[in-house]
């Protein structure tokens, strides 16, 4: 109870607003779907009007697809407005800046993405709290109320980056979080986590798919015995492959409720305890399915597109997420309204294990997201060796940009082989994803 109380005074001297949408899509989850579509194109037709005025990028492209503003109202009438991509975004940078900026509030953001292809971005402040209510909400599903122990095995993207360690650990208190670095996984640091997480026994587990996986594995390998079992465990960032799900729950005695989101887009959608697909998040942005043809489709499987509401700081509007997916309009037994996505594809990724450390796909996105590189891939090619192919952007430099890059991996792994080369082509594997980390070595 007084975590409770000092979660909910910290986030109501921080961040009131987070609250205030917490306790507003309690009730919108299970409103009827048409209701929540029309509050979405309610919204759409602001967001339209907004960026035909202020954001040059948008003002051209309607005028160049002869695009009138006032007649995108509907889901379906984006489908007159082109795909857009990170390469448009990074390319057209200066263009995506609002003329308003100045009196929006934002928070700078980056992605390495699900391909391998980084891009930094900007953060509307209404948008970033509505999608931290929403990932609240979402874990709700497993039960979570606010101010529970959550114990998060993950790297950058999930672990706010604070300076200040007094500060980190203040925040940790007030959330009641504990870190837990995946970005470096030995089996000395391993042991340390089992044995903290052990004795604070936290209600919660949420960390990338194949980190809380690894950690798993780690427990069964050494046979080491849990005083505790978590009320559910939030795997996101990756595909959950079922293999995983299996040793999870088998290990940790409790069920799995697995994530998709895409902050820069701004759509996410969780699992509920029915875990038949994951509920689509409709109060933040709207998520497309199309084909090769950029058409809405439904029930089957589609390119995934992102149109974020509220992030009027960079406008995010039919943004190709790089993944594949389904969403159904089938009815959940759990009484929420709003579609299901299944069978994200995309995310499936090989570990790197450099000098016995092992690290995941989603740590090395976050650190390839720092530097302007157009699209990267990391390959594998002995027990502390590695080559990184990288395209290069406009504000890449090699020097700087290379010593950062081996600084993280360095002090995270120590000492290792680091070949950098650089191209104009990476080869594409398979039709629907690039695979940007390659282990030659080490197959689990």
Same mark, same amino acid.
């Given at each position: 109870?007084?975590?409770?109380?000092?979660?909910?005074?910290?986030?109501?001297?921080?961040?009131?607003?987070?609250?205030?949408?917490?306790?507003?899509?309690?009730?919108?989850?299970?409103?009827?779907?048409?209701?929540?579509?029309?509050?979405?194109?309610?919204?759409?037709?602001?967001?339209?009007?907004?960026?035909?005025?202020?954001?040059?990028?948008?003002?051209?492209?309607?005028?160049?697809?002869?695009?009138? %503003?006032?007649?995108?109202?509907?889901?379906?009438?984006?489908?007159?407005?082109?795909?857009?991509?990170?390469?448009?975004?990074?390319?057209?940078?200066? *263009?995506?800046?609002?003329?308003?900026?100045?009196?929006?509030?934002?928070?700078?953001?980056?992605?390495?993405?699900?391909?391998?292809?980084?891009?930094?971005?900007?953060? %509307?402040?209404?948008?970033?709290?509505?999608?931290?209510?929403?990932?609240?909400?979402?874990?709700?599903?497993?039960?979570?109320?606010?101010?529970?122990?959550?114990?998060?095995?993950? @790297? %950058?993207?999930?672990?706010?980056?604070?300076?200040?360690?007094?500060?980190?650990?203040?925040?940790?208190?007030?959330?009641?979080?504990?870190?837990? %670095?995946?970005?470096?996984?030995?089996?000395?640091?391993?042991?340390?986590?089992?044995?903290?997480?052990?004795?604070?026994?936290?209600?919660?587990?949420?960390?990338?798919?194949?980190?809380?996986?690894?950690?798993?594995?780690?427990?069964?390998?050494?046979?080491?015995?849990?005083?505790?079992?978590?009320?559910?465990?939030?795997?996101?960032?990756?595909?959950?492959?079922?293999?995983?799900?299996?040793?999870?729950?088998?290990?940790?005695?409790?069920?799995?409720?697995?994530?998709? @989101?895409?902050?820069?887009?701004?759509?996410?959608?969780?699992?509920?305890?029915?875990?038949?697909?994951?509920?689509?998040?409709?109060?933040?942005?709207?998520?497309?399915?199309?084909?090769?043809?950029?058409?809405?489709?439904?029930?089957?499987?589609?390119?995934?597109?992102?149109?974020?509401?509220?992030?009027?700081?960079?406008?995010? +509007?039919?943004?190709?997420?790089?993944?594949?997916?389904?969403?159904?309009?089938?009815?959940?037994?759990?009484?929420?309204?709003?579609?299901?996505?299944?069978?994200?594809?995309?995310?499936?990724?090989?570990?790197?294990?450099?000098?016995?450390?092992?690290?995941?796909?989603?740590?090395?996105?976050?650190?390839?997201?720092?530097? *302007?590189?157009?699209?990267?891939?990391?390959?594998?090619?002995?027990?502390?060796?590695?080559?990184?192919?990288?395209?290069?952007?406009?504000?890449?430099?090699?020097?700087? *940009?290379?010593?950062?890059?081996?600084?993280?991996?360095?002090?995270?792994?120590?000492?290792?082989?680091?070949?950098?080369?650089?191209?104009?082509?990476?080869?594409? +594997?398979?039709?629907?994803?690039?695979?940007?980390?390659?282990?030659?070595?080490?197959?689990?």
């Amino acid at each position: 109870m007084f975590h409770k109380i000092i979660f909910k005074i910290g986030y109501f001297l921080k961040r009131p607003s987070v609250l205030h949408y917490y306790k507003q899509f309690q009730k919108t989850q299970y409103k009827p779907y048409d209701w929540q579509k029309e509050k979405q194109e309610k919204q759409l037709k602001k967001l339209i009007n907004f960026v035909s005025k202020n954001v040059p990028y948008y003002i051209k492209l309607f005028k160049t697809h002869n695009i009138n %503003s006032g007649n995108i109202k509907t889901i379906k009438d984006l489908e007159k407005i082109p795909i857009l991509t990170k390469q448009t975004i990074k390319q057209n940078w200066q *263009d995506f800046i609002p003329k308003n900026i100045n009196k929006i509030k934002y928070l700078n953001g980056s992605t390495g993405g699900s391909t391998g292809t980084p891009l930094k971005y900007r953060m %509307s402040k209404k948008d970033y709290e509505k999608g931290v209510a929403l990932l609240y909400r979402g874990w709700g599903y497993g039960d979570y109320r606010l101010g529970d122990k959550v114990a998060v095995i993950a @790297g %950058s993207s999930l672990i706010p980056f604070i300076k200040s360690e007094i500060k980190k650990n203040i925040q940790d208190f007030i959330l009641n979080f504990r870190h837990y %670095s995946s970005f470096n996984m030995s089996e000395e640091n391993l042991f340390k986590y089992f044995n903290n997480i052990n004795r604070w026994k936290p209600n919660f587990l949420r960390g990338y798919a194949s980190s809380i996986y690894f950690f798993a594995k780690f427990i069964q390998n050494k046979n080491l015995k849990l005083k505790f079992h978590p009320n559910a465990i939030f795997t996101t960032s990756e595909k959950l492959l079922k293999k995983q799900r299996i040793l999870i729950e088998l290990i940790f005695r409790t069920r799995v409720f697995d994530e998709y @989101g895409v902050n820069d887009g701004g759509i996410s959608g969780h699992e509920c305890s029915a875990h038949n697909g994951m509920h689509v998040d409709t109060e933040r942005a709207i998520m497309e399915t199309v084909n090769k043809n950029g058409k809405q489709i439904i029930n089957r499987q589609g390119k995934l597109l992102a149109t974020s509401l509220y992030n009027y700081a960079l406008p995010f +509007i039919r943004y190709d997420t790089g993944d594949l997916g389904i969403v159904v309009n089938k009815k959940c037994v759990c009484r929420k309204k709003s579609f299901l996505i299944k069978n994200v594809s995309g995310r499936v990724t090989d570990f790197l294990k450099l000098n016995n450390v092992t690290i995941g796909s989603p740590v090395l996105t976050g650190l390839m997201g720092k530097s *302007d590189i157009e699209q990267y891939q990391i390959i594998q090619i002995g027990s502390s060796s590695i080559i990184i192919k990288i395209i290069e952007g406009d504000d890449y430099n090699k020097k700087r *940009d290379e010593e950062y890059i081996r600084k993280s991996f360095y002090s995270h792994v120590g000492k290792i082989d680091i070949v950098f080369k650089y191209l104009d082509l990476i080869f594409m +594997i398979g039709a629907d994803k690039h695979k940007f980390i390659i282990n030659k070595i080490n197959k689990k």
